[in-house]
């Protein structure tokens, strides 16, 4: 096998083993990423690994190549969040879990593409440029962590860093065939993350395979001081613990033929749960009567959040500034108006708009504040399923990748990919995106979720799946 095909896990094997050196492991990776992505847009900035690697050989990633979604703040690094407001924006530090990363011996090889500020199901929405899906160049790799699963599909890199608002890690990991895992909300910390919605906002890895995705995870939790939300807990050595687990509890949501799926989506999950079946896993049905009201309590909170957070992004203190040398402002909304006008792109500008309005005098009460009593609800009612079940099983999405274009003019379309992934979000529960043995032509992703700080019995029950075949993650040949 190529350099590029390994896991993490086999790239240290070969290192300690003085099979492969350091410098031949990156070269092998930075050759791939010059070759292949041009193609797929995965990586807005390359970087020089010598400038990243802190502590050698002491860590347990040494040497090992990760990319970072250009939403995680880096030292040194250009910074965008994809977006003409940031285009240019170094920062001063670096987020959290980045340099748990980092301090482990990791390699950023670069900062990766993404809907801009993370507002995206598609990865169209950035303004360097939509990624492709490594499988098949025509379709979508998902959003808004599109460039993480890309890259990793492609063999950019064995792991990458992405976030999760409303299913950002998990659609994109469906799409292009691999795993990604949204721990609990507060289980890794959110501080460098640029923020969309911060009630929703969750970091989380995504990788190829179990042992990996269960490594990174462990590396990236911890409680942060820097971060008031982020959880006290001693409990979160995932890897140290990883044991293939088949014992467990799976819920089957009643009532999901009544939404609108793809017929391969909904052909692969019902075999999926058939094969469980057959492994002498136990099935129960279980209700979640406000599921279907998911993508609109999502939206509306995210949306109210991210009115509230973007409004930083004013030209005055930093980032993108309208050029007024030849004609000064004659009021700071002009000034306002022209820099947010040309700095923001048309996704993150409607998210705004209908923000500020569910947020304005006379309608806080019936939008904002009946979408947090509804998502209060949708919590109480997991919490019953979980008293019945140890896991919830799920499609990840209605549909499958879908071609780059298709769905842009229609904003609701587009909202409907999320109705499965954003109640994880809203609950703040851990679940995963898991690929399954690919039997179509494009990638179909199983989705799992978890009590709160359960994400060892994502992993392991992983761990069982990936040893029975059932799911697997191959790098995509691309050319």
């Known amino acids: 096998m190529e350099i590029y095909q390994l896991s993490a896990q086999q790239i240290l094997e070969r290192i300690a083993k003085k099979e492969v050196s350091k410098e031949e492991v990156f070269d092998s990776f930075k050759k791939r990423i ?25 860590g347990r990633l040494s040497g090992v190549p990760i990319g970072v979604k250009d939403l995680f703040c880096t030292k040194g690094i250009r910074t965008t969040a994809a977006s003409k407001a940031l285009e240019n924006f170094v920062p ?3 987020a959290t ?21 993370a507002m995206g199901s598609s990865n169209e929405n950035s303004f360097f440029g939509a990624v492709k899906n490594p499988v098949d160049l025509e379709y979508v790799a998902g959003g808004s962590s599109g460039g993480s699963a890309a890259a990793v599909a492609a063999g950019l890199c064995p792991i990458s860093l992405g976030s999760d608002t409303g299913g950002s890690i998990r659609l994109p990991a469906s799409y292009c065939g691999v795993m990604g895992l949204k721990p609990t909300y507060g289980r890794m910390s959110r501080y460098g993350m640029i923020s969309y919605a911060s009630s929703l906002d969750q970091a989380g890895p995504l990788a190829r395979r179990i042992e990996d995705l269960a490594l990174a995870t462990e590396i990236m939790s911890g409680f942060d001081e820097k971060d008031s939300t982020s959880f006290k807990s001693e409990e979160k050595a995932f890897y140290q613990k990883l044991k293939a687990d088949s014992q467990f509890k799976v819920g089957v949501i009643k009532g999901l033929d009544r939404l609108n799926f793809d017929p391969a989506i909904k052909t692969a999950y019902e075999e999926f749960v058939e094969e469980l079946r057959s492994k002498k896993i136990e099935i ?9 009201h998911t993508v609109s309590i999502y939206y509306l909170i995210a949306m109210s959040e991210a009115s509230s957070n973007l409004s930083r992004y004013d030209g005055v203190r930093f980032g993108y500034r309208h050029d007024f040398s030849k004609e000064p402002p004659g009021s700071l909304e002009e000034f306002y108006s022209k820099t947010r006008g040309e700095a923001f792109g048309k996704e993150v500008k409607r998210r705004i708009l209908l923000g500020s309005y569910a947020l304005s005098a006379g309608y806080f009460d019936q939008f904002y504040q009946k979408a947090s009593l509804l998502r209060r609800k949708l919590s109480l009612e997991i919490e019953e399923a979980f008293k019945k079940v140890d896991l919830i099983l799920s499609p990840v999405s209605t549909v499958g990748a879908f071609k780059i274009g298709e769905r842009n003019k229609d904003p609701l379309k587009m909202y409907e990919t999320d109705q499965l992934t954003t109640l994880a979000n809203l609950t703040g529960t851990p ?10 032509k494009l990638p179909v992703g199983i989705q799992f979720i978890a009590p709160h700080f359960k994400e060892q019995s ?8 990936q040893s029975e075949g059932l799911i697997r993650s191959e790098v995509q040949d691309v050319l």
């Open 92 to 94: 001063p530090y670096t």
């Open 431 to 440: 679940a995963v995106s898991f690929p399954l043995s690919q039997k179509s």
């Open 458 to 465: 994502l992993l392991d029950f992983g761990l069982y799946l």
């Open 97 to 117: 879990v980045v340099k748990n990363l980092l301090n482990e011996g990791a390699i950023i090889s670069g900062k990766l593409n993404m809907d801009e500020f």
């Open 284 to 292: 129960e049905s279980i209700e979640l009567s406000s599921l279907e």
């Open 34 to 58: 010059e070759k292949i992505n041009p193609q797929i847009n995965a990586f807005i900035s390359v970087t020089d690994y010598r400038q990243e690697n802190i502590r050698g050989d002491e």
